[in-house]
Nanobody, 116 residues
Framework: QVQLVESGGGLVQAGGSLRLSCAAS????????MSWFRQGPAKERDLVASITSGGTPSYADAVKGRFTISRDNLKNTIYLQMDNLKPEDTDVYFC??????????WGQGTQVTVSS
């Protein structure tokens, strides 16, 4: 069983920065992909960024050049550094874990609000 705990959301002005963290605990397979998704009211949950257990990142076009995903495998934690935030980045951000088993685990979500 894998559990995810997110932290780091909050309120920031446009142009500001926030750093999200997601700590995984439990029986964690060495091969996995951890990701950040975001979802607004009445919207689908969209992929923001992913990182493999080997450290290879990928990003949605909307955040390329502004967000950086990283991970610390010793701490089983991923991070999302969000810079130059825009009001349209306002959403609930969810951490996601994917492996062969367990196949999919979601965190509880953390609110990010960017004021104009």
């Amino acid at each position: 069983q894998v559990q995810l705990v997110e932290s780091g959301g909050g309120l920031v002005q446009a142009g500001g920065s926030l750093r999200l963290s997601c700590a995984a605990s439990g029986s964690i397979p060495s091969l996995n992909v951890m990701s950040w998704f975001r979802q607004g009211p009445a919207k689908e949950r969209d992929l923001v960024a992913s990182i493999t257990s080997g450290g290879t990142p990928s990003y949605a076009d909307a955040v390329k050049g502004r967000f950086t995903i990283s991970r610390d495998n010793l701490k089983n934690t991923i991070y999302l550094q969000m810079d130059n935030l825009k009001p349209e980045d306002t959403d609930v951000y969810f951490c996601h874990f994917r492996a062969v088993q367990p196949s999919s685990v979601w965190g509880q979500g953390t609110q990010v609000t960017v004021s104009s």
